[in-house]
């Protein structure tokens, strides 16, 4: 798995939480992962954090699921649960103390569901993030198909959005898939990702990446750690002097 910047381990105070933790229903790794990576984003989908039991407490009276015969869970037991993940679209993944599930609630589906996790034998550093790809699997009924990567908060990250405008008249100029091979050729990443939707290119000098925006054909983003601020200035010059251009104010 590819780190996209220093992890960040957790404070005193939030590796005390966790020893005090009374509850063993925990998918597999996922304790270990925190201490050893801290709260971050995995794949750019599930956000990775800390055990919260307040959160879903006011969900139990928003009648957002249905609840029939086959739902894991009850209503009034949505408040009881702990909720140990979200993704980017605002599913939540929690689990339920009392009944020791480990339950998916989604934000634009009518059921809730319990997912079914394969027996492991042992935790490592990546045990987790298969438990991740299982759940992945289960709710979207695919595999990934890029490399695993996770994106640690490190409080510290900053980030910049510039445009490639459309051609104008007789201007012409590279497209954004063009500008991206362009950038890997000059710039050579540590790691990378493309799709028809996106393409981003990994920098462990810059603690981050530039993505390109493929799917609205113009916006680039360079995500970057504070420290990194002479690297990124060069990265960004170079997608200045080559037809990008910031977003106007």
């Known amino acids: 798995m590819y780190m996209v910047s220093q992890p960040k381990s957790l404070s005193r105070d939030q590796n005390q939480m966790l020893a005090e933790?009374?509850?063993?229903?925990?998918?597999?790794?996922?304790?270990?992962?925190?201490?050893?990576?801290?709260?971050?984003?995995?794949?750019?989908?599930?956000?990775?954090q800390l055990p919260d039991t307040e959160v879903l407490k006011?969900?139990?009276?928003?009648?957002?699921?249905?609840?029939?015969a086959d739902s894991p869970i009850t209503e009034q037991q949505i408040g009881q649960c702990?909720?140990?993940?979200?993704?980017?679209?605002?599913?939540?993944?929690?689990?339920?103390?009392?009944?020791?599930?480990?339950?998916?609630?989604p934000r634009h589906e009518e059921y809730l569901r319990a997912i079914t996790l394969q027996e492991r034998e042992q935790e490592d550093d990546g045990s987790y993030a298969k438990v991740l790809d299982e759940i992945y699997r289960q709710v979207y009924g695919r595999d990934f198909e890029?490399?695993?990567?996770?994106?640690?908060?490190?409080g510290s990250q900053s980030h910049v959005f510039l445009r490639l405008p459309p051609k104008q008249g007789h201007v012409s100029h590279v497209s954004l898939p063009e500008l991206a091979e362009k950038c890997r050729g000059v710039y050579s990443p540590d790691f990378s990702i493309e799709t028809q939707y996106t393409c981003k290119l990994?920098?462990?000098?810059?603690?981050?990446?530039?993505?390109?925006?493929?799917a609205n054909k113009q916006?680039?983003?360079?995500?970057?750690?504070?420290?990194?601020?002479?690297e990124f200035a060069v990265m960004e010059q170079w997608l200045l002097s080559n037809g990008c251009e910031a977003y106007p104010a």
């Open 58 to 68: 006011p969900f139990a009276e928003y009648d957002l699921w249905e609840h029939d």
């Open 21 to 48: 933790e009374e509850f063993t229903v925990y998918p597999p790794g996922y304790l270990h992962f925190l201490q050893q990576f801290g709260e971050g984003t995995y794949r750019g989908w599930m956000n990775v």
């Open 82 to 105: 702990v909720a140990i993940g979200t993704t980017v679209d605002g599913d939540f993944l929690a689990v339920h103390p009392q009944t020791a599930q480990l339950i998916w609630l």
């Open 202 to 214: 990994f920098y462990r000098q810059l603690g981050g990446y530039i993505r390109f925006n493929y």
């Open 146 to 154: 890029e490399a695993a990567y996770y994106e640690t908060w490190t």
């Open 219 to 230: 916006e680039v983003a360079v995500m970057y750690e504070q420290d990194a601020q002479q």
